[in-house]
């Protein structure tokens, strides 16, 4: 195949090339920037008309000058794809970097994917069992869900999400998931404790993983989301697996977003940021989910780290309108030692009411949560008042809540990094607390499951 | 004026220029809001703007991989919908694709360039004319109908613009597409009509919003209601109890024909909506709700520029079973996605933005958009309506943006969900002191004639409680109830009353789901008559304490849930009466 081939670049401007030409060349279309004898970049065509193109150069721009030659590929950005994909590290566009051999591919995908017709979606239902307690109990995921972390930096929201990876699987199945991970700038530091975990528990031979750190261009940043999706839904869609998609860190994608957008001269919206990024985002959360008829799933986990702890920034906010409730990781709790710092409070998950009761989980896990969260959010309250009259001054009920707390924190929030509950010991776990309480002030549950489960635990 | 407009030879001309959904043409020459289609795969397209021999385009699909040079063809035709039998039970896209034709045509995904029509073109209906040969008909007469669905009547009309007398008219079987009627001029009316979507149908007279929607709400009827052909806005934090409320809106609310929009919204919820709706049951006729509702789903990964156009797909529609006669109510969830892909676009066209970088033209868009609710004549003289219920999702919760600043400028009813209602499960969780509606003064009228000729003033009078009773739970909060004047504790416990028995309201329960305008008065009647006997008992010397924890008061809660809520009722004031003439007596 003949490739046209230009020398004839006008601007450079930040990661953008403007280079004029006399053939047509497509929107979306990738191009290869030859610099020098054997420096061959990568680029993407941003906007055409008849004779201008902008190219955004993946690699950077840094040592490019208008003698550089631009070469079109006459396609737009594709992944081959086969079965060989699982147990691979590639990088943030694809190419593979582990010292594996090539890829051969057996199906090409567009990384930008198609939308899924809502009429063809099926409602997720099926619970996914984490191990982790404060998330099966209280904020369950489900099959098909998009259930980000809101993270901060400085917080473990690493170490929970290869927690999550390693011990994810649906309940009562052996079928473990496959696990498609996507790093966007990360330090090469995170990225080897990744890889390490991930080949020293054996996870590696069921994942995909895909790495743009920290020192990688901005702009590749973009693109590596959507090779792990694609990944993703080949694997889900044309293997029939079930694939759970964590990808780390959206904050930094937002920034190159951001960043490319500013490059690009548009007008940006609040803080900066454009004004295409919900839907920049939904088109990047939107692909999870399940298909009538399809036996395989996408189910993702993006973690987030909110800039200066703060909720409303535009990253977490407009994640919160797209994905199905929210993990929120509380610096308090990591202050106190305690891992991992999930804040039920602040966390939701919103499909949580499909996935679970007696035929899903048990009969008595909607209780119990309601009664948990009821529990521990005045007994938090409680702590605010303490610090203001003293405990001396509380009543035995509002002690007894107090207590409630922190044992709460302690046992059922905190556990190991390699522990791995199965939802039965989360909730006996849970009615060994609540049994601290007296029954008639358990009001969430309804006598019968009380008489079923609850044993009063009589103080020493 | 589109049927002048489909004389015109169609324009070819080619793309010059592509940045996202955005493209520019040349050599075209197109009008304003035409639709074009570009490109090799005949992508859906729209001109927004034509500067100089420029055309610029707005695509509603996807745009890589397309090239300069590739054709663009100008359809002559407004961005339109096809209007007709067929209509209810659909699901559609931002641009009326039905969403099951698409599954059929390009699988589980949705393939761009897709072309699939609107209405069933195969469908045979049942036509019987209500005109003879030889009537005069003008624009929106009605000249037979099409028992459509089990439950509604879809009234044929005659296109607005064209007029004449009846040369031959058909009943019988036909298809969408078939002529059934022709006039002596020559004009051949089929059961199927198209209209430009992005403007307004033409009525003969607007209405003032005098009839209310009744809801079946108490909290909304009574003291927050909306006019047939009037306008409302929700605020939908998280879990703030939305959906519920939108559905028993849906099921119950005296609109005859129901348009949802799922603008930009999730995926998996508009799922939820599309596999919920087909499931519920309508409690005026016991046939699915489906049979008189129009779902369009455009969710947040569907094309932007289909985002933008699905309310005013979903509008016109409305209005043309509106012109039938017809009480529509329209949900869009949400208009703060809608104004954001305007916001998209408008950022596209590189145009100067305002605030928030918002188009400065949000707001005029906003008012242009609500202001084709209303109740009207149409030009067939039936009297219909298109009130329009606006969701909006303000980011970080912060009131004063842009989208809901300018939408609250415009509605004339507020809603405010509140979460810590619903997580106090209390339900509907619509907050009575945030909440407004400024159709109250024009509806009293009605309501006072119709229902009961105290009604405005028993309302008047239980805000009044609820209001004061705002102000003495933060007396509480520093004090203790205990150390309130003796009157202001009964004044607490009639709010609790009014909160519990009659604000709360169990939208899964079968008789308190759906409460009568003579209902929700009773009640309401019945509370506000204990106030006034615990007041008097309270002057004859008892103790607030003791009024305040007589037993029968719980009762009234019956009330709601029994059918006979008439004679629950009169036997609780006995019980009432009886208690507090017992304390009375042993003072």
Redesign the interface.
Known sequence: MSYKEYKTIKNIKGNLLFVEKTH??????IVKIKVGKDDIRLGQV?????DLVVIQSFEGTSGIDKTASIRFLG??MKFGLSNNILGRIFNGRGLPMDKGPEIIAEKEM?I?????????????ADFIQTGISTIDTMNTLVR??KLPIFSASGLPHNDIALQIARQAKVKDQKEEFAVVFAAMGITNEEAHKFIKEFESTGALKRSVVFLNLANDPAVERLVTPRMALTAAEYLA?EKDMHVLVILTDITNYCESLRQMSAARE?????RGY???M??DL??I?????M????KGSVTQMPILTMPGDDI?H?IP??T?????GQVVLDRELHRKGIYPNIDVLLS?S??MNSGIGATKTRDDHKAVSDQLYANYAEGKDLRGLVAIVGEESLSDKDKRLLKFADLFEERFVKQGFNENRSIEQTLSLAWELLGTIPSDELTRISTDTKKKYYKQIKEE | MIEERTMETKQIGEI?????PVI?AQGLSARMHDVVRVGKEKLIGEVIQIIEDKTIIQVYE????????EVVENTGLPLSVELGPGLLKS?YDGIQRP??E??KK???????GAVVNSLNREKEWDFVPTVKNGDAVEGGAIIGTVQETETIVHKVMVPPKIKGTVKSINKGKFKVEDVVCELESGEKITLMQRWPIRHPRPTKDKLPPEIPLITGMRILDALFPLAKGGTAAIPGP??AGKTVTQQSLAKYSDAEIVVYI?C?E???????V??EFPKLEDPKTGKPLMNRTVLI?N??????AAREASVYTGITIAEYFRDMGYDVSMMADSTS?WA??M??I??RL?EM?GE??YPPYLGSKLAEFYERAGRCVSLNDEVGSVTVIGAV?P????FSEPVTQNTLRIVKVFWALDAKLSSRRHYPSINWLQSYSLYKNTLDPWYNKNVSSDWSKLNDESMKILQEEEKLQELVQLVGSDALPEKQQVTLEVARLLREFFLQQNAFHKTDAFSSLDKTKAILETILWVADKAYETLDKGVRAKDIVSIESRNKISEAKFDEDYQKVLSNVKKQIEAELKELVENI
């Not at chain 1, 047509?24 to 279309?29: A, D, F, I, K, P």
């Not at chain 1, 959360?285 to 989910?289: I, K, L, S, V």
């Not at chain 2, 999730?266 to 939820?272: D, F, I, K, L, S």
């Open positions: 047509l060349v497509s929107y979306g279309e941003l906007d055409t008309s008849k396609e737009t567009d930008n994917g198609d939308p899924i017709n809502p009429y063809s979606r099926t409602s997720p098909g869900q869609y548009e007008i940006p919206g609040r454009p004004g295409y919900y839907t939904a088109s959360y939107e692909r999870a989910g298909i009538k008829g399809k409303t535009p906010d407009l919160g309108y797209i994905t199905e939701l919103r499909l | 010059y220029r592509i940045s996202g520019t996807e745009t890589s991989g397309i090239q300069p040079g699901i969403l099951p698409l599954e390009t699988g589980k995904f949705i393939k761009r998280f879990g799922g930009g999730r995926g998996n919820e508009m799922t939820e599309l596999t789903a969710t947040s990964n569907m094309p932007v996605r954001e892909s916001r998209e408008s950022s590189e933005p928030e970088g999702s980011p970080g919760g912060d």
